[in-house]
């Protein structure tokens, strides 16, 4: 059974860097796009970027080139980077498999961490 | 980027009663297009990839459909055990794009 577990700070100080990890049990780690979604209070869901294997990412331009997304496959684990954070990076964080079911069609999400609420305030 | 457009915004019903969701894409993404439920303090699950195909686990109670521009979530009888708000997204163009939700309550 995948599983998918993460951890990091839950509170910063406007200006500072967000940075998490995930960590993934089960199943493999070849072939799939590790992904980072994360949600604002109350809101949507918005998609980060992903990163494969071999460290081919692919990021939101929202973010706009404040966002790194590295891996280690070493230890089956993937990070997120969000550097410059505000009061509007303040959310829920998810980490996330993303799988392709063929097709033309992008990795769509099949496994969810269990999130972190990161909250940006001075 | 896609917009992803989901309606009702929110939806009372009663046990036993059939729901349909829909979501509709800002422009064709095929069958790029898959469900997930979301329950209080808890993250997604995904119900449906490929915009009809079922994950592992999700009740029979459950169908979607759709292709193209449109599509729809239908719980055929409705359990206390599926309040919760349900999201589409699409997977035909980065970056990928969810539906702002329908919050699914019992009435």
């Known amino acids: 059974q995948v599983q998918l577990q993460q951890w990091g700070p839950g509170l910063l100080k406007p200006s500072e860097t967000l940075s998490l990890t995930c960590a993934v049990y089960g199943g493999s780690f070849n072939g799939y796009y590790w992904t980072w979604i994360r949600q604002p209070p109350g809101k949507g869901l918005e998609w980060i970027g992903q990163?494969?294997?071999?460290?081919?990412?692919t990021y939101n331009p929202s973010l706009k080139g404040r966002v790194t997304i590295s891996v280690d496959t070493s230890k089956n684990q993937f990070s997120l980077k969000l550097r410059s954070v505000n009061a509007a990076d303040t959310a829920v964080y998810y980490c996330?498999?993303?799988?392709?079911?063929?097709?033309?069609?992008?990795?769509?999400?099949?496994?969810w961490g269990q999130g972190t609420l990161v909250a940006v305030s001075s | 980027d896609i917009q992803m457009t989901q309606f009702p915004s929110s939806v009372s019903a009663s046990i036993g009663d059939r729901v349909t969701i829909t979501c509709r894409a800002s422009r064709p993404i095929s069958s790029c297009l898959a469900w997930y439920q979301q329950k209080p303090g808890k993250a997604p699950k995904l119900l449906v990839h490929s915009a009809s195909s079922f994950h592992i686990g999700v009740p029979t109670t459950f169908s979607a459909g759709g292709s193209g521009t449109e599509f729809t979530l239908t719980i055929s009888s409705l359990q206390p055990e599926d309040v919760a708000t349900y999201y589409c997204?699409?997977?035909?163009?980065?970056?990928?794009?969810f539906g702002g939700g329908t919050k699914v309550e019992i009435k």
């Open positions: 996330a498999r993303g799988a392709y079911s063929g097709g033309d069609c992008k990795p769509q999400i099949d496994y």
């Open positions: 997204q699409q997977a035909s163009s980065f970056p990928l794009t």
């Open positions: 990163i494969n294997h071999s460290g081919s990412t």
